[in-house]
């Protein structure tokens, strides 16, 4: 299926044409199972997959999904990227694994906006089945909370890249720095770092001096920090290009800048790498990584430009296996969505794989095509060979009939439905 992915559709298409997806929906929203388990049975496979054991990456990221109303576990007005604006929406924090023809989700968190813990909001979220012992945690704390949990379950990687929400919270930083993970966090323009090493630490209280003992860490010397985007500027700036990969647009080979460089990160003093890109030639984006000081700056212009593969996993898991046309409201079945969609873009990446494995690219073939390297495997691909191997059942004339003269009969209920409810609103007594 490619369109109208909802619970009644796929009964119809799947079960029978005679099916109203009640049995579909009680499985996903109210039946017992545990998504985690679901999920961390496909970390366990990618961990166990050869080839996939060195080199992966995980891939921090949110997104949010539009709502009609606020009865949805989560919804409330909060942006969304998607529309570029404050919306009514859901929103999700989503971990995916790359690693070359690899990427898929491999963890999720539903966000709850504050609202949703106020004390008013008790029987909301027992309606909709919020755990007890869920509490309030920003997206940050999220994501964090689900890189510790791959990284319990045995699942590899090598690095975490994230965007600027995540990268200009010191405090995220630091717990990736505490736990020897390495990271490549976006960061915004106006970040404030140091070039040179600043005098850091607990300014000193002289005897008999009033006022508080400060207890608080602070720069101590003369040193001013300097906002990111003015360094290239500098004239000791220097960006060279590096060939991060092969794309079929050509290859990406942008300019890059990387120096060390000195920030204030959770009431510490860190030495990190700053890494300036300038896509494209035309806009310059920023990020800070705790990778070692002997890190090659190829390998930094490849963090730098990795994070392209969570868009990836995203548009994936929204546009190909139908993520976005969840119509639920309980937040178990936001769960099970998660955990049947985290499978099914697994199915995916490992079919590409397997394909890739069986079917090596031919570089005769690339060579006469004049490109640097055969396309792998599409989602496209692995859903034209799913229906030629598991073809839907075609309807016959007569159970298509039936189906119309359903739509038909439960369009006029929906209509009388809305007709009483007006009645009611207008009548005085």
Known sequence: MQTKRNYANIARQVIDPKDDGQN????????????????QKVQQEIAGTAGLQQGGVLLLDESADEKAGAKSAGAGRQHNGRLGKVEMSQVGV??????????TWVDGELFLPEHWFRAEMASERKRVGVPEERKFATKIELGWTMIQRVKAHGLPFEAVACDDLYGRSGWFRHQMDQADIIYMAEVPENTQIYLTKPDFGIPPHA????????????????????????????????FQRFPVRNTERGVLDDRFAMRRIWTIRDDELAEEWLVIRHENDERYTYALSNAPAATTLERLAWLKCVRHFVECANQDAKSEIGWDELQAQKFRAWEHHLAMTIMATWFIAETKCDWANTYARDPQLAQELEVKALPA???????ALLQASMPLPQLSPDQATQLVVKHLVNRSRSTRSRHKSQSKKRDPT
């Open 24 to 39: 579909v929906q009680q499985f996903m929203s109210d039946s017992p199972w545990e998504a985690q388990a679901v999920i």
């Open 94 to 103: 989503f971990l995916a694994f790359y690693k070359e023809l690899v990427w």
């Open 207 to 238: 005897h008999g001096q009033a006022g508080r003992i400060s207890t608080r860490p602070k720069v101590l010397s003369e040193d001013q920090p300097v906002e990111v985007r003015q360094l290239i500027t500098y004239p000791d700036t220097h």
């Open 377 to 383: 495997l599409s989602v496209a691909n692995v859903r």
